[in-house]
Nanobody, 122 residues
């Protein structure tokens, strides 16, 4: 079955960096969109970044543009989120998601990971 497994979260000071990884398995993702979302305590889940697996188009929330970079590798299928200049407001659980047979990043995603905690101290 499809599995998305996030890793790389942790505790970091403001201004620091983390790289999240999402190991994707169980289907061919080459026609999909892969996204990162986050949910802070008491807040709704929000879009962070996405990449169209085929073509490499990338999209970012305004709040992370210029600080975060999404990328992917084919072998093994892994999606990364490089997070630089982290701020306390970036603290959240970060989720990896996949949208089947998609060439855009909006709308509903079909598969989700369990998330990884990112905590940024001030």
């Amino acid at each position: 079955q499809v599995q998305l497994v996030e890793s790389g979260g942790g505790l970091v000071q403001a201004g620091g960096s983390l790289r999240l990884s999402c190991a994707a398995s169980g289907r061919t993702f080459s026609g999909d969109t892969m996204g990162w979302f986050r949910q802070a305590p008491g807040k709704d889940r929000e879009f962070v970044a996405a990449i169209i697996w085929r073509g490499d188009n990338t999209y970012y929330a305004d709040s992370v543009k210029g600080r975060f970079t999404i990328s992917r590798d084919y072998a093994p299928n892994t999606v990364y989120l490089q997070m630089n200049s982290l701020k306390p407001e970036d603290t959240a659980v970060y989720y990896c998601a996949a949208k089947r047979r998609s060439s855009d990043y909006v709308g509903q995603y079909d598969y989700w990971g369990r998330g990884t905690q990112v905590t940024v101290s001030s």
